[in-house]
């Protein structure tokens, strides 16, 4: 059974920087297409970043470019997302999703790590 | 930039009876629609506007194209009742777009 076990949320000054991880389990990370979504306290969700699976390729939601970067260690079977000059309004669930096959769709989630940026 | 538009906003209606849920989209593109319970990751319930991700009970079907789209619920189980997102991604600008989401709840 595929499994996606996020790890790093915290709390964190506005400013500061935190890294999150998304081991992956029962298949192979470099195989698929990833991505990070999170979703504010009581809000909707917004797609955050994505990654190719050769890694090779990134994108990013105007809100977080140049500020948060995705990346994946095939060795470890895990994708990150480094977030740098938090702000408040980063505060939510980070999740991390598992594209199915080729299409634009996420079909396995982890269960989301909470990051509190506090002002 | 895809936006997506969800009504109605919430929906109140009891179990066994049938939920239609709308999405319609500024552009013209591949859909989804993700069921997400309070404290849970979202799940994916339909793909490429009518297809039914594995494990998804035929109760559950999509229809539409080009710019409106539909879920429909045809009898709720207690379990149904949660909140549901429509989701597209935009090729130009390879950036994915979700709607604000549909609250079912329990009549």
């Known amino acids: 059974e595929v499994q996606l076990l996020e790890s790093g949320g915290g709390l964190v000054q506005r400013g500061g920087s935190l890294r999150l991880s998304c081991t992956a389990s029962a298949f192979t990370l470099r195989t698929y297409a990833m991505s990070w979504v999170r979703q504010a306290p009581g809000k909707g969700l917004e797609w955050v970043s994505g990654?190719?699976?050769?890694?090779?390729?990134?994108y990013y939601a105007d809100s977080v470019k140049g500020r948060f970067t995705i990346s994946r260690d095939h060795s470890k079977n895990t994708l990150y997302l480094q977030m740098n000059s938090l702000r408040a309004e980063d505060t939510a669930v980070y999740y991390c999703a598992k594209k199915l096959g080729a299409g634009p769709y996420w079909d396995d989630w982890g269960q989301g790590t909470l990051v509190t940026v506090s002002s | 930039e895809i936006v997506l538009t969800q009504s109605p906003g919430t929906l109140s209606l009891s179990p066994g009876e049938r939920a239609t849920l709308s999405c319609r989209a500024s552009q013209s593109s591949y859909l989804a629609w993700y069921q997400q319970k309070p404290g849970q990751a979202p799940r994916l319930l339909i793909y490429d506007a009518t297809r039914r991700a594995t494990g998804i009970p035929d109760r559950f079907s999509g229809s539409g194209s080009g710019t409106d789209f539909t879920l429909t619920i045809s009898r709720l189980e207690p379990e149904d009742f949660a909140v549901y997102y429509c989701?597209?991604?935009?090729?130009?600008?390879?950036?994915?777009?979700f709607g604000q989401g549909t609250t079912l709840e329990i009549k």
């Open positions: 989701q597209q991604y935009d090729t130009s600008s390879r950036m994915y777009t």
């Open positions: 990654i190719s699976g050769s890694g090779g390729n990134t």
